[in-house]
């Protein structure tokens, strides 16, 4: 873990975790920054996304709100060949185009950093 206060990225319980954990900002900052220990990874595109990658969306164009991992992957080229996990609203193998957004971004898991 990566215990650096505000940036890092840490889960020691639900009161003392980073704020990458549930904060999709602080998360996507944390994956494309970081040199150091933990998860390291690059925006990438739709086809080049891989399972155990990100995806975040945007319900309003603007600012992006929700983090799903992508979980199984049937057709890289459509959204409805891609799914994913959630938390929110516990959801798992969901096709992300049961989702209403405006934009996403694609986050590619690189490496992680020891």
């Known amino acids: 873990m990566n215990y650096t206060k505000d940036i890092g990225w840490y889960y020691i319980n639900g009161n003392n975790k980073s704020p990458s954990w549930s904060g ?13 220990v933990g998860p390291q990874a690059t ?3 739709q ?5 155990g990658d990100i995806a975040q969306l945007s319900f309003d164009g603007i600012k992006f709100a929700h983090t799903l991992v992508i979980v199984n992957i049937e057709n ?8 994913i996990a959630s938390h ?7 096709s992300i185009s049961e989702y ?8 590619h898991i690189e490496r992680v950093g020891i």
Do not use: A, C, P
């Open 88 to 94: 929110t609203l516990d959801s798992f193998n969901k």
């Open 76 to 83: 890289k080229y459509t959204k409805s060949g891609i799914q």
């Open 43 to 45: 925006e990438t595109i």
């Open 24 to 36: 999709v900002e602080y998360l996507y900052k944390f994956l494309i920054h970081n040199q150091g």
């Open 100 to 107: 209403t957004f405006q934009k996403i971004r694609w986050i």
């Open 47 to 51: 086809n080049k996304i891989e399972i």
